[in-house]
């Protein structure tokens, strides 16, 4: 599933591409991924607006327009691709945008999880995702006093926390395996019982990480690429997500997997007691 790096690094690539386009047309052929507003009224309201600027917030790409935001959530497998005007429409692609009618711009899903969404820009603060997401990475407030404060009653596992978006956001399964592995913290260590030290190291180890993975492109995992024909390398700077049975790149301890909340996760069990 992409994380922040690889939103940023879409986000990125379709910025370079469509900054200051109009979307000409709209074609829906899954009426699920349009999560806001009804599939006639995104249609009908997308037209005829220009791409203004590109950014991210948490794990959603925002796209600003004249009017709206278009907000896109690639979820497991969401990715864009660029076509010639009236190519043949392929499997899984889901919604096709005519841009300044010189060429098309598809989204395709293979599992349909991914969501886009248009929001009226008057709303976008009141409305899902931006009135429930926590801070960014890299937000002056995300300190170690907002962490105690976020995780001072919370008993479940500092590896299933980082994961909620709406206390830090842009965090996924596999940054997180790698934070804690720098940070010396055992995922299965209750959130209420890391000290400000912890914390500290938690923040400073996130922005690394994620920066790192960003000049990387993100990371590459199993099926999932940012955009046709564009890989991300972070893949081969992972130190334990992935590596089980493999030695610590610290102690050469034997990196093992467990399960918790559902997600596998990675660890070295002599750094990380």
């Not at 991300?232 to 050469?252: A, D, R, S």
């Amino acid at each position: 599933m992409p994380e922040k790096p690889e939103v940023i690094t879409v986000t990125k690539k379709l910025e370079k591409r469509l900054l200051n386009k109009i979307i000409t047309d709209c074609k829906v052929y899954y009426n699920n991924i349009i999560e806001y507003p009804s599939v006639d009224e995104f249609i009908s309201k997308i037209k005829n607006q220009k791409m203004n600027s590109f950014t991210t917030r948490g794990k959603w790409i925002v796209i600003e327009l004249d009017n709206d935001y278009l907000l896109a959530h690639l979820r497991m497998e969401g990715k864009f691709f660029y076509r010639d005007l009236n190519a043949p429409l392929e499997k899984h692609h889901h919604v096709v945008f005519t841009i300044d009618n010189e060429f098309e711009l598809h989204f395709q899903d293979v599992r349909k999880f991914a969501r886009l969404k248009l929001i009226p820009k008057d709303k976008l603060y009141d409305m899902k995702p931006y009135n429930e997401l926590g801070l960014e990475p890299w937000d002056k407030n995300l300190t170690s006093t907002y962490l105690k404060e976020k995780l001072k009653n919370k008993n479940l596992p500092i590896k299933t926390v980082l994961l909620d978006q709406s206390i830090i956001t842009g965090i996924g399964n596999i940054y997180d395996d790698e934070i804690l592995f720098l940070s010396k913290i055992n995922p299965l260590t209750k959130a209420k019982n890391i000290n400000e030290d912890k914390l500290d190291l938690i923040i400073k180890n996130t922005v690394s990480v994620l920066d790192k993975a960003i000049a990387e492109g993100g990371t590459t995992i199993r099926n999932y690429t940012s955009e046709e024909g564009v890989t991300g390398l972070f893949q081969n700077n992972l130190l334990v997500h992935t590596k089980v049975g493999q030695p610590c790149p610290n102690c050469k301890e034997t990196i093992v997997k467990i399960k918790v909340g559902g997600r596998g996760t990675y660890y070295c069990p002599k750094c990380q007691k």
